[in-house]
C-alpha cells in the first residue's frame, strides 16, 4: 500500500507564491511518472504537469512559465512551485503517481492519488 500526501496549500493573493509538496510513503521499490492535477470549482480535473522518473517535464498551456514541478528521489517527494498566481488558480490540487509496488520477488503496478489541498488566490 502506498500513502500520498500533499502540502502547502492556503490563501494567498494575486502575484503570490506557493510551493506544495506530495509526499509518497509505504510500499515503494520505485516512482515512475509523477503528475499534479487541479479542479476549480464547477470544472473537470485537468493535468497541469508531469514529471518523470527521469526528470522530463511537461506543463499544461495554463501553468507554463509560471509553475515548476521537480522532485527528490531520494525522499520520494514531489514539489510544484507555483508563482504570479492569479485568481484562476484557485482550485483543489492534487497529486497522483504511478510507482512499482510489492515484493521485490512479486512486483507490480499501482497508481494513486493525493487527498488534495486547497490553494485559494484573492484578487
Known amino acids: 500500500q502506498v500513502q500520498l500526501v500533499e502540502s502547502g496549500g492556503g490563501l494567498v493573493q494575486a502575484g503570490e507564491s506557493l510551493r506544495l509538496s506530495c509526499a509518497a510513503s509505504?510500499?515503494?521499490?520505485?516512482?515512475?511518472?509523477m503528475h499534479w492535477y487541479r479542479q476549480a470549482p464547477g470544472k473537470q480535473r485537468e493535468l497541469i504537469a508531469t514529471i518523470t522518473s527521469g526528470g522530463s517535464t511537461n506543463y499544461a498551456d495554463s501553468v507554463k512559465g509560471r509553475f515548476t514541478i521537480s522532485r527528490d528521489n531520494a525522499k520520494n517527494t514531489m514539489y510544484l512551485q507555483m508563482t504570479s498566481l492569479t485568481p484562476n488558480d484557485t482550485a483543489v490540487y492534487y497529486c497522483h503517481a504511478n510507482f512499482v509496488t510489492g515484493r521485490v520477488s512479486n512486483q507490480y503496478l499501482a497508481s494513486y492519488w493525493g487527498q488534495g489541498t486547497q490553494v485559494t488566490v484573492s484578487s
Open positions: 509505504g510500499t515503494i521499490l520505485s516512482i515512475n511518472a
